[in-house]
């Protein structure tokens, strides 16, 4: 159990162009969906939190016009990268969570989309 | 500041042996803790949630502890296997939605 996919796992797109990852959950309902992204050898970077039907809470220094993020079910969370450049060159890693219980449960992770714009 | 801390060197240990991990951290009162392997390219793998009112967990050969006076939680793999070869990161969850994560350590076990 506790399976999530994302879909694209690479992609590669011209400068100027929109890219939209997909992350589900498979077997359970995900009330909180995270989108983090990843450099080479550092640590995941938190860039937004979103839960099913309100609107993304994104960390500070990510622009939420370029990243834009739906979660507009329990089990589909998408993030568009609009007008790309090759600095968003990274690798995108959705997580999802849900409530059981009343308390959180663990954290489970996409197996991440490697974006290179060129 | 808050700071998650996890050993920025390789750990490089004989097959057979117990993998030991550190994960330190300042300026949190965590909720619970967890502990995920990330292979090269993948997304990290969940492996085991710890809450702060628990000293001690395990899960086949991995075994993790939870010191809230230190500040410290411990990752241990007995009789480790090439196969475990991986990044390993803590996170800390102080009861909210965020997670926050550490560097990783990058753990190789040699046959």
């Known amino acids: 159990g506790a399976v999530v996919s994302q879909h694209p796992s690479r992609v590669i797109c011209k400068s100027g162009t929109s890219v939209k990852i997909e992350c589900r959950s498979l077997?359970?309902?995900?009330?909180?969906m995270f989108w983090y992204r990843q450099f080479p050898k550092q640590s995941l970077m938190l860039m937004a939190t979103s839960n099913e039907g309100s609107k993304a809470t994104y960390e500070q220094g990510v622009e939420k016009d370029k990243f834009l993020i739906n979660h507009a079910s329990l089990t589909l969370s998408t993030l568009t990268v609009t007008s790309a450049h090759p600095e968003d060159s990274s690798f995108y890693i959705c997580?999802?969570?849900?409530?059981?219980?009343?308390?959180?449960?663990?954290?489970?992770f996409g197996p991440g989309t490697r974006l290179t714009v060129l | 500041s808050q700071k998650i801390e996890q050993n920025s060197e390789a750990l490089n240990i004989q097959e057979g042996k117990t993998a030991t991990l550190t994960c330190n951290y300042t300026?949190?009162?965590?909720?619970?803790l967890q502990w995920y392997r990330q292979d090269p390219g993948r997304g990290p793998v969940f492996l085991l949630l710890i809450r702060e009112n628990e000293k001690e967990k395990r899960k086949e050969r991995l075994k993790v502890t939870f010191d809230t006076t230190l500040k410290q939680s411990l990752f241990h793999i007995t009789a480790s296997q090439p196969a475990d070869s991986a990044t390993y990161l803590c996170?800390?969850?102080?009861?909210?939605?965020?997670?926050?994560f550490g560097a990783g350590t990058r753990l190789f076990v040699k046959a």
């Open positions: 300026n949190y009162s965590p909720a619970y």
């Open positions: 996170a800390l969850n102080t009861g909210g939605f965020k997670t926050i």
């Open positions: 997580s999802a969570r849900g409530i059981q219980g009343g308390t959180y449960n663990e954290q489970f």
């Open positions: 077997d359970f309902q995900a009330t909180t």
